[in-house]
Antibody, heavy 121, light 107 residues
Framework: QVQLQESGPGLVKPSETLSLTCTVSGGSISRRYWSWTRQPPGKGLEWIGYIYYSGSTNYSPSLKSRVTISVDTSKNQFSLKLSSVTAADTAVYYC???????????????WGQGTTVTVSS | DIQMTQSPSSLSASVGDRVTITCRTSQRISNYLNWYQQKPGKAPKLLIYAASSLQSGVPSRFSGSGSGTDFTLTISSLQPEDFATYYCQQSYSSLGTFGQGTKLEIK
């Protein structure tokens, strides 16, 4: 059974780069899509982007200029970098597996537990 | 960008009730729509994909319908564990925008 676990600093200073890693266990990262979603305190979900194991990416237009998602198949991990952070980037960050079915229906079917990142000096 | 509008934003209901949540999109997306359930402090859980396909392991009291711009999530008989927040998400452009959420509370 595939499990995902986010890791990274819980506190990031304004203007710096937020960096998180998601470790996939119980299955291979290969031939799959993997995504990041976030949730500010008390608010709704915001999709950030996804990556295919080969390295191709797709980002939310609203975050595209600041986001980089990468993959390390040798470690069964994928990562998120968000640059020039502000207090508005404070959120719980979730990684998830993306399943793509016939006719290209995408959905996030396995999620990590989430990690809280606070942006503050 | 495709805009998502869920209604209502909150809803009070009783165990055993039939409940319907609506999601409307700003442009036609065929049936490229997902529904998720989220409980406090927990990660979202996929309930429905492709507007009406039930994710494996999800109880059959959950159902989804709709196509184009108007979609619904129906819970046929509310159980105590169903009180949560529900989100729709368009998957027309692979993955994308979520609705603002519908909080389902116990009456």
């Amino acid at each position: 059974q595939v499990q995902l676990q986010e890791s990274g600093p819980g506190l990031v200073k304004p203007s710096e780069t937020l960096s998180l890693t998601c470790t996939v266990s119980g299955g291979s990262i290969s031939r799959r899509y993997w995504s990041w979603t976030r949730q500010p305190p008390g608010k709704g979900l915001e999709w950030i982007g996804y990556i295919y194991y080969s390295g191709s990416t797709n980002y939310s237009p609203s975050l595209k200029s600041r986001v980089t998602i990468s993959v390390d198949t040798s470690k069964n991990q994928f990562s998120l970098k968000l640059s020039s952070v502000t207090a508005a980037d404070t959120a719980v960050y979730y990684c998830a597996r993306v399943t793509v079915t016939t006719y290209y229906y995408y959905s996030m079917d396995v999620w990590g537990q989430g990690t809280t990142v606070t942006v503050s000096s | 960008d495709i805009q998502m509008t869920q209604s209502p934003s909150s809803l009070s209901a009783s165990v055993g009730d039939r409940v319907t949540i609506t999601c409307r999109t700003s442009q036609r997306i065929s049936n490229y729509l997902n529904w998720y359930q989220q409980k406090p402090g927990k990660a979202p859980k996929l309930l429905i994909y492709a507007a009406s396909s039930l994710q494996s392991g999800v109880p059959s009291r959950f159902s989804g319908s709709g196509s184009g711009t108007d979609f619904t999530l129906t819970i046929s008989s509310l159980q105590p564990e169903d009180f949560a927040t529900y989100y729709c998400q368009q998957s027309y452009s692979s993955l994308g925008t979520f609705g603002q959420g519908t909080k389902l509370e116990i009456k």
